[in-house]
């Protein structure tokens, strides 16, 4: 089933053809004053995938 959850995070291992594969997700503030904004928070699901070794 097609996740409704976007991913525009190429090096996240859940990142499914711009769409978020994880089971769940778990969305934190970063710790700033600018939470009003995308720039103020993260996807503390986010797992590191290395694209230069997957291409190869």
Do not use: W
Request: aromatic residues 6%.
């Amino acid at each position: 089933m097609p996740s409704a959850v976007k991913c525009e995070v190429e090096e996240c291992v859940y990142n499914d053809k711009l769409h978020c594969s994880a089971e769940a997700i778990l969305v934190q503030t970063n710790g700033n004053a600018i939470v009003g904004t995308e720039r103020g928070t993260l996807c503390a699901t986010f797992s590191y995938q290395d694209l230069e070794s997957k291409s190869n």
